[in-house]
């Protein structure tokens, strides 16, 4: 079936380093999703990207859809502690509509 | 604007007993999709409603079923529970189908003893 691989599962980093997070699709998405969720939180939506080679910015994330529309990535430079959490990503696909999701990247602090 | 409310937050039932749990969305949005989520799983789809009508479904039993109300309320069912469905179960809204993104509700924490 239809899949969003998503990588690295858990990122530990030391506060003011950078983190990436990518997502793989088997198929071409019409759109991808982001979406943060805090430590006993709620998913959260970020940003939507729906043009091949889309670059987006809010502040120090940064959110890229690939060319084939089948890659995505989010970036964050210099992490705070306020950017601990799960990062998801979630495309959908023409077809039906439907979000397929990846299974979240861990952000970690280390102490 | 309210967001996604879910009742109840907390819940704790036995083996084998059915539960309801229910959803109301973002005045306006009229998709309503429900996830299970359990720690190290990710977001598990089990079915989204538009219009009251179940445009898509996930891969779970049928022992969990749903439905969406004219006022686009949902609400799912799951009977004969088993331990392992003790899990966060998440409604989440949108204005439509297609390129508009997810409000979440605060969850539901299942807990099957």
């Known amino acids: 079936g239809q899949q969003v691989m998503q990588i690295p599962q858990y990122q530990h980093v030391q506060e003011g380093e950078d983190f990436t997070t990518y997502c793989n699709s088997s198929?071409?998405?019409?759109?991808i999703q982001w979406y943060k969720q805090r430590p006993g939180g709620h998913p959260v939506f970020l940003i939507q990207?729906?043009?091949s080679g889309e670059v987006k910015k809010q502040k120090r994330l940064t959110f890229q859809f690939g060319e084939a529309k089948k890659n995505s990535s989010l970036h964050i430079t210099a992490t705070q502690t306020t950017d601990v959490g799960t990062y998801f990503c979630?495309?959908?696909?023409?077809?039906?509509?439907?979000?397929?999701w990846g299974a979240g990247t861990k952000l970690i602090i280390k102490p | 604007k309210a967001g996604v409310t879910q009742t109840p937050r907390y819940l704790i039932k036995t083996r084998g007993q059915q539960v309801t749990l229910s959803c109301s969305p973002i005045?306006?949005?009229?998709?309503v999709s429900w996830y299970q989520q359990t720690p190290g799983q990710g977001l598990q789809f089990l079915f989204e409603?538009?219009?009251?009508?179940?445009?898509n479904k996930g891969n779970f039993p049928g022992r969990f079923s749903g439905r969406q109300f004219s006022n686009s309320r949902s609400e799912m069912n799951v009977s004969t529970l088993e331990l392992g469905d003790s899990a966060l179960y998440l409604c989440?809204?949108?204005?439509?189908?297609?390129?508009?993104?997810?409000?979440f509700g605060p969850g539901t924490r299942l807990t099957v003893t």
């Open positions: 989440a809204s949108s204005r439509d189908r297609g390129i508009y993104e997810q409000y």
């Open positions: 005045s306006g949005h009229r998709s």
């Open positions: 409603y538009f219009s009251e009508t179940q445009r």
């Open positions: 198929t071409t998405l019409s759109n």
């Open positions: 990207l729906v043009k």
């Open positions: 979630a495309g959908e696909v023409d077809s039906n509509y439907q979000l397929i």
